[in-house]
Structures are given as structure tokens and as C-alpha cells.
């Protein structure tokens, strides 16, 4: 059964940058996409993008280009979500969650991290 | 705004069914991209309720079931319980966005 546990709850000042971490265990890291999500206080889920580590290149959504970075360590099966400029917009959940079909950015996400409480204020 | 279009709240009462819909367009579930489906618990991480329009994750009761037909999909909840009063999200691929998208969500509420 994959398990992914997440870093800890960050605060940020506007205009810097944070960087969340996301280990998987129990399950094949390489092949499976793994993406990240994030949840705004009391609003709905919003897809930020996602890797395959294997192939090492991220796709983004279009509100974040530019300004995330996606990475991933096959040595550590550990992903990473980092998220520059921030605004006090970006104060939010971030999840990480893993994809449910080998090798493909498509399909759903079977596994969740515990989610990273990110909140950006001066 | 999200590109999938759901209800903002269901409700019903105990035993009863239910029914959330989530409406896309020709670049996502009209293209035939699968559609997902997703349970969260107040406090808790979303969890995967339906995949692949009908399927079920083992350990999900088949008092949910998922269904799709054009652009639209639903997401149908039989015998409601009180342990069901959730938020539910649908999920899709888009292709002209080249990327997942997400339902705006719809708050179930069991009376």
C-alpha cells in the first residue's frame, strides 16, 4: 500500500519562496505520476501539476508556470513542490498524491499525502 | 471557476439516494477522458470514491457508484448515511489545458 508523508507546516513572508517535500513508500515510485493539488481555506481542489519520475519532466497548470517547481529524487522516492513569489493567495493546503496509472500524467490519484499547511503573510 | 461544473450542495435524508453531477465540456469528459471522483472528510485528504467513470477502490461500499454519458458525469449515493456528509469532487483530464481539472466540489449534507 503506498504511503506518502509530507513536510511540515510552513509560514512565509510575500515574496519568498517554499519548498515541500512529499515520501512515498510501500509502492513503485518511479513510474507512477506524482502531482500536486492544492486547497485555498474553504475552497475547492486546484491541480498545480505533476511528475514522472522516471522521465524527470514535470508538466504544470497554466496558472503556475513559471513559478513552481516540480522535481522528484528516484534515490530518496521523494518528490518536490516548490512554489516561488509568493502572494498571500497562495496561503493554502498543498497535497501530493499519486497517480493511478503507470506512466501516464492521465487517471486518477489514489494516494494522498497528510497535506502541507502553507500560509504566506506579512 | 472551475472547468468542471458541479453543484454546490446535495442533500437527502437517511436512506435516501442521491445524485451529484459534474458537467465538462468537448476538451474534457466530452473528449471521453475518464472521470474521478473524490470523498473529503472535513480535516482529512480527498480520497479516491470512483475511478475511470465506474470503478470502485477496494474498501468502498457499492452504495456509491459513478456514471458518464456526452460531457457529463454523475456520481449516485444509495441508502445515505450520516457518515456520508462530505465534500465530493469530480476530476477529469483536459486536453486543451493538458492537465487534470477538478469539479468546484458539492457539499453533501444528510438531513
Known amino acids: 500500500q503506498v504511503q506518502l508523508v509530507q513536510s511540515g507546516a510552513e509560514e512565509k513572508k510575500p515574496g519568498s519562496s517554499v519548498k515541500v517535500s512529499c515520501k512515498a513508500s510501500g509502492g513503485t515510485f518511479s513510474h507512477y505520476v506524482i502531482t500536486w493539488v492544492r486547497q485555498a481555506p474553504g475552497q475547492g481542489l486546484e491541480w498545480m501539476g505533476g511528475?514522472?519520475?522516471?522521465?524527470?519532466?514535470?508538466r504544470y497548470g497554466q496558472k503556475f508556470q513559471g513559478r513552481a517547481r516540480i522535481t522528484a529524487d528516484e534515490s530518496t522516492t521523494t518528490a518536490y513542490l516548490e512554489l516561488s513569489s509568493l502572494r498571500s493567495d497562495d496561503t493554502a493546503i498543498y497535497y501530493c498524491?499519486?497517480?493511478?496509472?503507470?506512466?501516464?500524467?492521465?487517471?486518477?490519484?489514489?494516494?494522498w499525502g497528510q497535506g502541507t499547511l502553507v500560509t504566506v503573510s506579512s | 471557476q472551475s472547468v468542471l461544473t458541479q453543484p454546490p450542495s446535495v442533500s437527502g435524508a437517511p436512506g435516501q439516494r442521491v445524485t451529484i453531477s459534474c458537467t465538462g465540456t468537448?476538451?474534457?469528459?466530452?473528449?471521453?477522458?475518464?472521470v474521478h471522483w473524490y470523498q473529503q472528510l472535513p480535516g482529512t485528504a480527498p480520497k479516491l470514491l470512483i475511478y475511470?467513470?465506474?470503478y470502485r477502490p477496494s474498501g468502498i461500499p457499492d452504495r456509491f457508484s459513478g456514471s458518464k454519458s456526452g460531457t457529463s458525469a454523475s456520481l449516485a449515493i444509495t441508502g445515505l448515511q450520516a457518515e456520508d456528509e462530505a465534500h465530493y469532487y469530480c476530476q477529469s483530464y483536459d486536453s486543451s489545458l493538458s492537465g487534470s481539472v477538478f469539479g468546484g466540489g458539492t457539499k453533501l449534507t444528510v438531513l
Open positions: 498524491a499519486r497517480g493511478g496509472v503507470s506512466g501516464s500524467h492521465l487517471g486518477w490519484f489514489g494516494a
Open positions: 468537448s476538451s474534457n469528459i466530452g473528449a471521453n477522458y475518464d
Open positions: 511528475i514522472i519520475p522516471i522521465s524527470g519532466t514535470p
Open positions: 475511470a467513470d465506474t
